[in-house]
């Protein structure tokens, strides 16, 4: 048994900020109907030969898998008299397009509302239904920027510097799952379906509460950049670069400073008035960072990792994706696993981030072909044979032709 047998959930989805969440939940059992463009490069995208060199859409699998395909053109009545007969059997819609785009297309909560009362509708925004920002573009950058985040980020006087990945985009992800969760534990409850919303600005900052929080209280700012440290911690919290490479280290409070030293060979540090206590090394953590600094060049990363490991330290290494592939923690705990993706055979994703131990989730392969199961979810609906063939023929339904690239004259 899967947690969510039975939950079905219809999909309009571009980019990466929502079909993560419902990715989330058909880990967890939920079938999903991904509505696509007839299209298929606006659709999924282009396959890029350096970060896909073996021509599998990685891209599209990851946000993807466990889905089910139709391909659609919204703009026939056709293909809207579809989607509503999706929306009847649907318990919950997910869609991440600007404020009024969907309203337009007749696909809003209250048109939704008349052919099913107890759908959930979940909105993934850029800045929040409301205000100046309502109806403007955004990608996880935007909000990155526009939140603080990017201005905490780097180092003081240093360029701007965006996060390596998508944190607005898969945390704001995770919060539409959280939040589609609470509108069916309210449904089983009540009865009663809602619209909800999640915006990359909101999850941006949610992903900054204790700053933020600081900041309404004491106005005291922090974005200035933080470098390879943690400005709010008072202590040798951030990385260090050992004799080979760099290692991060967790804080060192008052339970671990005795051991940190002497693992560190700086035990004359718990004799020193600036350093003897939590607010002393605060009021002097540039000397002590810069002592730190140079004792960690002594050892390699192995090194410390092993000492500081053995002392109960908080340490960790900087992995790249080769080494966190193979870290045995990884492995061990199925952090990665391997599916079949029809078409490509065998390939490694991202396992499953929440374990239920009693149920489980499990995961299956992206649809590999574009819109794969529109004939049969037409025939679910009602459709017949020859009413499908008539959809595919007057453009409503299945993928378009791909355009043919004439041959260059030689």
């Not at 925004?125 to 409301?130: D, E, H, V």
């Not at 534990?185 to 009865?191: A, F, I, L, N, P």
């Not at 939590?278 to 060049?297: C, K, N, W, Y």
């Not at 929440?354 to 529109?374: D, F, M, Q, S, Y």
């Amino acid at each position: 048994m899967l947690p969510l047998e039975g939950i079905k959930i219809l999909e309009l989805t571009t980019a990466w900020f929502g079909p993560y969440s419902t990715v989330l939940l058909s880990d967890m059992g939920a079938e999903v109907i991904k509505i696509e463009r007839r299209e298929p490069l606006t659709a999924r995208g282009m396959v890029n030969p350096r970060t896909d060199p073996k021509g599998i859409p990685t891209n599209f699998l990851a946000l993807n898998r466990n889905k089910k395909s139709i391909a659609l053109d919204i703009s026939k009545q056709k293909a809207k008299e579809i989607v509503y007969k999706l929306v009847e059997r649907s318990d919950v819609f997910v869609q991440n397009f600007r404020v009024g785009v969907l309203e337009r297309q007749g696909f809003d909560y209250q048109t939704f509302c008349k052919y099913n009362p107890q759908i959930i509708y979940c909105s993934g925004t850029g800045f929040g239904l409301k205000g100046p920002h309502s109806r403007r573009a955004a990608y996880d950058i935007i909000a990155q920027g526009l939140s603080g985040l990017i201005a905490q980020t780097g180092w003081p006087g240093s360029p701007p510097t965006p996060a390596g990945t998508a944190p607005c985009d898969l945390g704001g992800s995770m919060l539409i799952a959280f939040g589609v969760m609470l509108a069916l534990y309210v449904r089983e409850k009540t009865g009663m379906g809602q619209e909800l919303d999640v915006s990359l600005l909101s999850t941006a900052m949610a992903l900054q509460v204790p700053q933020i929080t600081s900041y309404l209280t004491n106005e005291q700012i922090f974005n200035k950049g933080m470098g390879t440290g943690h400005g709010d911690i008072p202590s040798t919290y951030g990385l260090f670069k050992t004799q080979d490479s760099w290692i991060a280290v967790g804080g060192v409070g008052e339970v671990r400073w005795s051991s940190f030293c002497k693992v560190m060979d700086m035990e004359q540090l718990q004799n020193d008035a600036r350093f003897a206590t939590a607010q002393a090394r605060g009021e002097h953590m540039a000397e002590l960072i810069s002592i730190v600094d140079q004792q960690f060049l002594t050892k390699t990363t192995a090194e410390w990792l092993q000492l500081l490991g053995e002392a109960d330290g908080i340490v960790g290494p900087i992995n790249t994706y080769a080494e966190l592939v193979k870290d045995p923690q990884v492995i061990e705990n199925e952090y990665v696993q391997e599916i079949d993706y029809p078409g490509y055979g065998p390939v490694k994703v991202v396992g499953i981030p929440v374990n239920l131990h009693k149920t489980p989730g499990k995961i299956r392969g992206a649809p590999a072909a574009h819109g794969e199961n529109t004939g049969d979810i037409l025939l679910e609906l009602g459709y017949s044979k020859e009413e499908i063939a008539q959809l595919e023929a007057e453009g409503v339904a299945g993928p378009a032709p791909v355009p043919q690239i004439p041959p260059k004259e030689t």
